[in-house]
C-alpha cells in the first residue's frame, strides 16, 4: 500500500479482555517495529521484524503480549488479559531493512482499557 | 545504551519567530541522530536524519538540526515559524545505521501564535 495501515484506530475494552491490533507495512519493506506511546512518554519500542521473525522481542512488557507476522506483510499486536496500564497508542513503523532510521510509521492504535 | 532528551514538553512560538528545540543525547559511541514529527492525527514522519557526514543537517519544511559532539547535542532550528509547524516533535538515536532500535525522546509539543 501506500503507507502503513493500522486498525482498529481506536479501541475501547473492558480490563480482562484480550486485544488485537493490526499493521499492514508498506509493501516490500522487509522490517516491522512497534512502539507504544503513553501520555507524556516518548516512544517505547516493543517488538521488531526481519521477515517473519523476531530477533528482538525484549521490549514487550510482559507475557501477556504477543507479535506475530506472516508472509513478511500483516502483523498482529496481541495483549491478553488487558490492563489499565495498557492504554496507549500503538504505532507500527516498517522500512526498507535497515534503513538507518528512516522508519515510515502508521497513525496508530488508540487502546482504552476501562 | 542510547538514550535523548529533550529539554521542554512544551513550545510556545509566534509566527514568524524563530523555532529552537532542544535534544541532548547520550551514546557510548558515534550516535545515528533524527529528528521526526507528529502532526495531529498522523503518523510519525522523518524530518532530518545525522549520520556523522555534515554537522549541519538540513531537513524538510525549513527545519535543521547542527550536531555538536562537544555538547552532546543535537537541536532543532527554523528561521520562521509558520502555523503549520504546529505539531510534535521527537529526537531519536540509535547506535548505528545496522541499529534497529530507535530511542526516543519524549517529545516537544510546538504551538504557534498567530
Known amino acids: 500500500g501506500a503507507g502503513v495501515s493500522q486498525s482498529p484506530s481506536n479501541k475501547v475494552t473492558e480490563k480482562g479482555k484480550d486485544v488485537e491490533l493490526r499493521c499492514d507495512p508498506i509493501s516490500g519493506h522487509t522490517a516491522l517495529y512497534w512502539y507504544r506511546q503513553s501520555l507524556g512518554q516518548g516512544l517505547e519500542f516493543l517488538i521488531y521484524f526481519q521477515g517473519n521473525s523476531a530477533p528482538d522481542k525484549s521490549g514487550l512488557p510482559s507475557d501477556r503480549f504477543s507479535a506475530e507476522r506472516t508472509g513478511g506483510s500483516v502483523s498482529t499486536l496481541t495483549i491478553q488479559r488487558t490492563q489499565q496500564e495498557d492504554s496507549a497508542v500503538y504505532l507500527c513503523?516498517?522500512?526498507?531493512?535497515?534503513?538507518?532510521?528512516?522508519?515510515?510509521f502508521g497513525e496508530g492504535s488508540r487502546l482504552t482499557v476501562l | 545504551a542510547q538514550s535523548v532528551t529533550q529539554l521542554g514538553s512544551h513550545v510556545s512560538v509566534s509566527e514568524g519567530a524563530l523555532v529552537l528545540l532542544r535534544c541532548n543525547y547520550s551514546s557510548s559511541v558515534p550516535p545515528y541522530l533524527f529528528w521526526y514529527v507528529q502532526y495531529p492525527n498522523q503518523g510519525l514522519q522523518l524530518l532530518l536524519k545525522?549520520?556523522?557526514?555534515?554537522?549541519l543537517v538540513k531537513g524538510i519544511n525549513g527545519f535543521e538540526a547542527e550536531f555538536k559532539k562537544s555538547e552532546t547535542s543535537f537541536h532543532l532550528t527554523k528561521p520562521s515559524a509558520h502555523m503549520s509547524d504546529a505539531a510534535e516533535y521527537f529526537c531519536a538515536v540509535s547506535a548505528s545505521s545496522n541499529d534497529y532500535k530507535l530511542s526516543f525522546g519524549a517529545g516537544t509539543t510546538v504551538t504557534v501564535r498567530a
Open positions: 545525522y549520520t556523522s557526514a555534515a554537522t
Open positions: 513503523a516498517s522500512s526498507l531493512g535497515l534503513a538507518s532510521g528512516e522508519l515510515f
